[in-house]
């Protein structure tokens, strides 16, 4: 396959990559590092955001302006978007006491502007109106924005969480394997998520949430 020739399946090539970063489970591997002798009593697990595009437009002439690689992302992005707004607009009444009506919304710097952020007179290059006259990316409807999480950066968060599945459910019954609930009705304290404040890391960790309980409908614990 030549550079420039894109991937005919992503989810393929999300998995190849995920399986040279992290130990085969084998009955080996796990007798081995997880000797019965001994328990696991706590997990933390700290991970980066998947494959995403490009913060911005500064590298003219060498990027491209249009990254296509959002066929799937866009749509979910939009949801993401869509549920952000609905929980901010139905948030706790005191945080949104004296918050006032013309204020940003705090979701809005996390959204991705399509326009080209011209830095280059900065550092003395063609400006990326120049440098984009000879660019032949063209957007598409999979065109993604700046630092978007890609549809490959989705699959392999989600096959991360299957990961993490296979060897903290399957092997170990560390963690039980659906989410539970506790007698009020809500999630039990299994697990403990957060996330810093960005969309992409965000639905990072929306898609290995995925992979480690799949099927599991939204809102059913």
């Not at 081995?32 to 980066?48: D, F, L």
């Not at 809005?108 to 280059?120: L, V």
């Not at 989410?179 to 403990?192: E, I, K, M, R």
């Not at 969309?199 to 099927?215: A, K, V, W």
Request: aromatic residues 6%; neutral net charge.
């Amino acid at each position: 396959m030549s550079p420039t020739t894109p991937p005919s399946n992503s989810e393929s090539i999300a998995s190849n990559v995920l399986q040279a970063r992290l130990p085969g489970l084998t009955p080996e591997f796990v007798a081995r590092h997880y000797p019965s002798t001994v328990s696991v009593v706590h997990v933390h697990a700290v991970n980066r955001h998947g494959e995403r595009t490009p913060s911005s437009h500064n590298i003219t002439g060498i990027s491209p302006k249009s990254w296509n690689l959002c066929a799937k992302s866009n749509q979910m992005h939009a949801d993401f978007q869509r549920a952000v707004g609905l929980l901010v607009s139905s948030g706790d009444a005191t945080e949104m006491q004296g918050r006032a009506k013309s204020q940003t919304p705090p979701w809005e710097p996390f959204t991705f502007a399509k326009a080209a952020r011209d830095i280059s007179e900065l550092v003395n290059l063609p400006s990326a109106s120049t440098a984009d006259a000879k660019d032949g990316s063209k957007a598409t409807a999979a065109t993604c924005g700046f630092g978007q999480l890609t549809d490959l950066g989705r699959q392999s968060m989600t096959a991360l969480g299957a990961h993490m599945r296979a060897l903290y459910v399957d092997a170990l019954g560390f963690l039980p394997p659906a989410v539970s609930q506790n007698a009020n009705g809500g999630p039990t304290d299994d697990l403990y998520l957060r996330a810093t404040m960005y969309t992409r890391t965000f639905e990072s960790l929306q898609h290995i949430l995925g992979g480690l309980y799949p099927g599991q409908e939204p809102g059913s614990s």
